[in-house]
């Protein structure tokens, strides 16, 4: 579907899309050009609409504009070295696609990441992501450094290549899609290949090129 018109969603804003390909589950999105610019402010009603582009639904529209942190939020995003913390997004700079973030823990370093090194720390459904799928997901925590930070749990980037339900609860399994070729560290007390049979309570959702057209 290619499309170079104005869309409006209630609940935040215009967008203008420009030349964008979207290939609607399950199959790929591509960005063709110029993703996506802001046009306009949201109003106040509260609630999303169905897209006034034919063929995307409200709740399409819902599920893609889930994903995107907004000021204010609560997240799970990048430090260095492919380690993730949780943190609180302070302000987006739509100039550069990166955040403005508080970490948790106090730390004053690594704090401007980009759009696709964040994710909502919020629990997903368990139907949102199967087998393939990136996650992000905790392994290891750290203790506090004197004058800098109080500690806290460490996160990872992972692929799931499981899921087992068991009384009616999906577990997923993976392993690390980063590793110390990629410049992870990898010697962290704690660190295993693989993780196992975690549920949706502990892993997030990473981000993906879609979150793109939904930032502010």
């Known amino acids: 579907m290619n499309f170079s018109s104005i869309l409006k969603f209630k609940s935040f804003s215009f967008y203008r899309f420009q030349s964008v390909q979207i290939n609607i589950w399950p199959q790929t999105i591509t960005p063709i050009s110029q993703i996506a610019e802001f046009v306009g402010k949201s ?3 509260g ?3 169905e ?4 063929g995307i639904s409200g709740d399409a529209a819902t599920a893609i504009r889930s994903r995107a942190p907004q000021v204010g939020d609560h997240v799970i995003s990048h430090h260095f070295r492919h380690a993730y913390f949780t943190a609180t997004i302070l302000s987006f700079d739509k100039d550069d ?3 403005h973030i508080q970490w ?6 690594g704090r401007n990441p980009k759009y696709n090194q964040v994710a909502l720390n919020i629990e997903p459904d368990e139907d949102d992501f ?12 750290y203790g506090a450094t004197d004058g800098n930070n ?3 749990m460490r996160y990872h980037e992972g692929i799931v290549d499981s899921v087992v339900e068991r009384d009616g609860v999906k577990y997923f399994s993976g392993h690390h899609s980063k590793g110390e070729d990629d410049g ?3 010697t962290f007390r704690g660190y295993q290949y693989e993780f196992k049979d975690m549920t949706t309570k502990q892993l997030r959702i990473a981000p993906n090129a879609m979150d793109a057209l939904f930032l502010a």
């Open 51 to 54: 897209s006034e582009e034919e």
């Open 130 to 141: 199967g087998v393939g799928e990136s996650v992000f997901f905790p392994q290891g925590s």
């Open 104 to 109: 948790d823990d106090g730390d004053p370093t």
């Open 184 to 186: 992870k560290w990898v």
């Open 150 to 152: 109080t500690g806290g």
């Open 47 to 49: 609630s999303l609409a």
């Open 43 to 45: 109003d106040d009603s």
């Open 97 to 99: 696609m990166s955040y």
